[in-house]
Nanobody
Framework: QVQLVESGGGLAQAGGSLRLSCAAS????????MGWFRQAPGKEREFAAT????????DYADGVKGRFTISRDNSKGTVYLQMNSLKPEDTAVYYC????????????????WGQGTQVTVSS
């Protein structure tokens, strides 16, 4: 079992940047592929980015590709989401999630979730 805690959310202006962190405790982080998802009010949770256990494979949703970067430091038990060129439509609660083995963009295939961190982008 792994526990996940997100941090780094807040208020940013359009065009600005934020970096989210997801700290894992419990089992070794390198056991898990990790994902970032987001959920805006009234909308379903959607995929943003995912990274493999060793960090060599990443994948992004089309809407964030080229602006967001997912990375991980297994020695620190932390996964990051660097968000640049933020847009008002990026406003959402952002969640990190963990699953054994391979990456996927399907949220139903993740086993562990954090509590989320709010990101608000003003125009």
């Amino acid at each position: 079992q792994v526990q996940l805690v997100e941090s780094g959310g807040g208020l940013a202006q359009a065009g600005g940047s934020l970096r989210l962190s997801c700290a894992a405790s419990g089992r070794t982080l390198s056991t898990y592929a990790m994902g970032w998802f987001r959920q805006a009010p009234g909308k379903e949770r959607e995929f943003a980015a995912t990274i493999s256990r060793g960090g060599s494979i990443t994948d992004y949703a089309d809407g964030v590709k080229g602006r967001f970067t997912i990375s991980r430091d297994n020695s620190k038990g932390t996964v990051y989401l660097q968000m640049n060129s933020l847009k008002p439509e990026d406003t959402a609660v952002y969640y990190c999630a963990a699953r054994r083995y391979t990456t996927t963009s399907n949220p139903s295939m993740y086993d562990y979730w954090g509590q989320g961190t709010q990101v608000t982008v003003s125009s």
